[in-house]
């Protein structure tokens, strides 16, 4: 044998013993929902990222359906190797409240990241009285039952965020359920309902023409260059906050070290200024976390969830 073949030989071990266990075909991650929502454009910037980083195609498939249910059951059946993957948002935290699935919501899936955060933003229509939370607050316990607020149909976050509004307030407002929040917020510029906590993203346009008010942020860490407003408990002291988080998941049962070549990927990939500038333009901050710290996040939301569909008598339709 000469000198190089024997040094081939000697190296085949350690390029061997080089190549990355995981992944070793197409990583995909899928989402639940349709294309241009949230949960779609905080996905498609991470997957552009992570391929970079993972050296395999990482493709975004849309899964929609039965609010969100029919794509994580895809994700909860599928081999736990990390090929497969979702990004969704805090809305499955509410919806394993009210919703039956074929999973379960805390159990059957292994948190790998959370990915970004965006405060819930308090809004009401331009001929609604009260100027400031206090008032909205005072308002609606001079008028128990008489304050309409909109949300995406009944069970989802927002009708969530706002009920839990209500209990911590002692408040009796009357729900009005649209089909999705796009109609919800037309009502609210119309005046047809009083008032909405939703998103930034879905009301960034009759905020920015100021054809609703913003009274407050239900929680700290609205991006640079947000719209100036206290958060509800600054400007009332009422223990309450309430934002969305969206964060990325695989089948229960990762293997460890898959679990840490996934999280260190995602937090370098949401440390980039572009992916910052995209999840800003949501209204949503970066914010990556251990599986650990996400998993705790999750378990909370739920637990908290179904305090306030018990006291509220959420059910979804």
């Known amino acids: 044998m000469n000198r190089r073949a024997a040094l081939a030989l000697l190296a085949t071990p350690t390029l061997a013993q080089a190549q990355p266990a995981w992944p070793q075909r ?44 029919i794509g994580a059951a895809q ?22 409240v009210v ?16 990915l970004a955060v ?28 008489q304050v309409d607020f909109g949300s995406s149909g009944p069970g989802g976050i927002n009708h969530f965020v706002t009920e839990y509004f209500a209990l911590r307030a002692g408040l009796r407002l009357n729900h009005v359920p649209y089909r999705g929040m796009p109609p919800a917020v037309t009502d609210l510029v119309a005046g ?9 993203a879905s009301a960034s346009g009759p905020i920015r023409d100021q054809r609703v ?4 942020y239900a929680a700290p860490g609205a991006p640079a260059g947000s719209p100036a407003a206290p958060t509800v408990r600054e400007a009332t002291g009422l223990d309450y906050e309430a934002s969305i988080w969206w964060g990325l998941f695989g089948p229960r ?16 990939s949401l440390a980039e200024p572009d992916v910052a500038r995209i999840y800003e333009a949501e209204g949503a901050t970066p914010a990556p976390s251990s ?16 305090e306030v569909a018990q006291a509220a008598n959420i059910r979804a339709e």
């Open 26 to 69: 197409p990583v995909r991650i899928v989402v639940p929902f349709p294309p241009g929502g949230s949960n779609d454009v905080i996905a498609r910037p991470l997957a552009e990222k992570l391929q970079q980083r993972l050296g395999q195609p990482v493709v975004i498939e849309n899964r929609p359906g039965a609010g969100g249910a």
């Open 213 to 216: 008010r913003l009274l407050a």
């Open 192 to 200: 047809h309902i009083q008032l909405l906590i939703t998103t930034m």
């Open 291 to 306: 599986p650990a710290e996400f998993g705790a996040i999750l378990r909370g939301d739920i637990a908290r969830f179904r």
């Open 118 to 145: 965006a405060p819930f933003l308090v809004l009401t229509n331009l001929n609604f009285p009260p100027r400031d939370v206090a008032g909205l607050i005072a308002h609606a316990k001079a008028h128990p039952g």
């Open 253 to 268: 049962g990762l293997p460890a070290e898959v679990l840490r070549i996934l999280n260190t990927a995602v937090r370098a």
């Open 99 to 114: 919703q039956r699935t074929p999973y379960d919501a805390a159990e059957s899936f292994e948190p790998v990241a959370r």
């Open 75 to 96: 994700v909860a059946q599928a081999a736990a190797d990390g090929h497969t993957l979702m990004v969704t948002s805090s809305s499955f935290a509410a919806s394993a």
